[in-house]
């Protein structure tokens, strides 16, 4: 196993994520707790100290789970992380309540890592509201032991970045980014990569194989990539790609069974970044995926000047995309979408279409935020 310098520690360069824990049926629950404990034993032995878990994952009961797994081995053979669950906003004023059911429910006396959970549009103000306390509370608990290093997992925009850093900066150790060689522009990875190497930030990688759709690539995908390493599979390609990244410290695997688990800590035996020449190729094979998937939006905004309701064509239009490279599946999109004030979002589209007429694209863009405008009223957050 790899291991990278954080603070006075080694951390193992790959951690084991338990967002996607091995289950016994479709669901999310019951977790497979006999495959679960496998799995974390197996991670240890070769070579794993880092442990993340988080309030909400598996209905609440993944850190219960995953306390209870590490509970049988001595407090210092493994690092905890666990996060606030700000994405939700019920809790932005209950900080100390949840932060003691934590420790209870993973059975510790103190976090070895603990993040701000996803900093996106809607909760930028709670958190910066010093009203809610978040930010006193974190501190005094750093202070007290109980937490040793602070993060944040952020899913926002660049803009939402800069607020929180601006906001909490001061006290926020390394940041966690969804960052992989798909979402280097699609998400604008690379400009927040950039901007926390620039601060000597260190960053932790969420989502390194997309959900699994790197590790599941098509048979023209799997051949252009074969032919310059043929001895690496497709999920060890978007690992390698992150070796390239300076200022990648800790590269999460959401491995949901025994043998995902396997070959992704077989990876993180070799550190073998990838060439320019590589590199390249692989964002250019990124650029294809995402060509034939979503609209070609160049943001030139000609749209946004001539749309009566006065929307942000070009920012709708990226998430549209988002949403539908996830099949409908993700919490990206729908998560900022309902940020926005009603009269900002795809559905106060009237279906004028003067911003077609000036599209050099000649996008259907009426016809995308009507499909986008549906395709939002299944979502958990427009419930």
């Known amino acids: 196993m790899l291991y990278n310098d954080f603070k006075e520690i080694k951390l193992s360069a790959l951690g084991m994520?338990?967002?996607?824990?091995?289950?016994?049926?479709?669901?999310?629950?019951?977790?497979?707790?006999?495959?679960?404990?496998?799995?974390?034993?197996?991670?240890?032995?070769?070579?794993?100290?880092?442990f993340d878990t988080a309030y909400g994952y598996h209905a609440y009961k993944s850190e219960e789970i995953v306390g209870r797994i590490l509970g049988r081995y001595p407090r210092d053979s493994f690092y905890l992380a666990t996060k606030f669950p700000g994405y939700d906003l019920q809790y932005m004023d209950k900080i100390e309540k949840i932060f003691e059911e934590q420790l209870k429910k993973c059975g510790v006396d103190y976090f070895d890592f603990y993040l701000c959970h996803n900093v996106y549009e809607k909760n930028i103000g709670p958190y910066l509201d010093e009203k809610n306390g978040i930010k006193a509370y974190l501190i005094k608990e750093k202070e007290a032991g109980r937490i040793k290093h602070l993060g944040f997992s952020v899913h926002g925009s660049m803009d939402v970045m800069k607020q929180f850093l601006d906001g909490y900066g001061d006290i926020m150790e390394f940041c966690q980014l969804q960052l992989n060689y798909l979402d280097w522009k699609f998400q604008d990875a690379k400009a927040k990569a950039e901007l926390l190497n620039g601060?000597?930030?260190?960053?932790?990688?969420?989502?390194?194989?997309?959900g699994g759709r790197l590790a599941a690539l098509t048979d023209d995908e799997t051949a252009q990539l074969h032919k310059m390493r043929p001895d690496e599979s497709a999920a060890a390609w978007a690992f390698r790609f992150l070796q390239t990244v300076p200022g990648v410290t800790m590269t999460l695997t959401g491995a949901s069974n025994f043998e995902q688990l396997k070959e992704n800590i077989a990876v993180f035996e070799k550190n073998r970044p990838l060439d320019e020449h590589e590199t390249a190729a692989l964002l250019k094979m990124a650029e294809g995926m995402l060509e034939k998937e979503t609209l070609p939006c160049t943001s030139c905004?000609?749209?946004?000047?001539?749309?009566?309701?006065?929307?942000?064509?070009?920012?709708?239009?990226?998430?549209?995309?988002?949403?539908?490279?996830?099949?409908?599946?993700?919490?990206?999109?729908?998560?900022?979408v309902a940020a926005m004030p009603e009269g900002k979002r795809p559905s106060a589209c009237i279906g004028c279409r003067s911003c077609e007429e000036v599209c050099p694209q000649q996008l259907k863009i009426s016809e995308a935020m009507a499909d986008f405008a549906e395709k939002l009223n299944g979502s958990p957050f427009f419930g």
Not at 18 to 31: Q, S, W
Not at 199 to 210: Q, S, Y
Not at 311 to 330: H, K, P, Q, W
């Open 199 to 210: 601060i000597g930030m260190p960053i932790w990688v969420m989502e390194p194989l997309r």
């Open 17 to 50: 994520g338990t967002m996607r824990l091995p289950v016994k049926g479709d669901g999310e629950l019951p977790v497979d707790e006999e495959q679960t404990s496998e799995m974390i034993a197996y991670a240890l032995e070769h070579g794993i100290n880092y």
């Open 301 to 336: 905004h000609y749209c946004a000047s001539h749309c009566p309701q006065e929307l942000d064509i070009a920012g709708l239009l990226s998430l549209y995309n988002e949403f539908c490279f996830t099949n409908g599946g993700g919490f990206i999109a729908p998560m900022a």
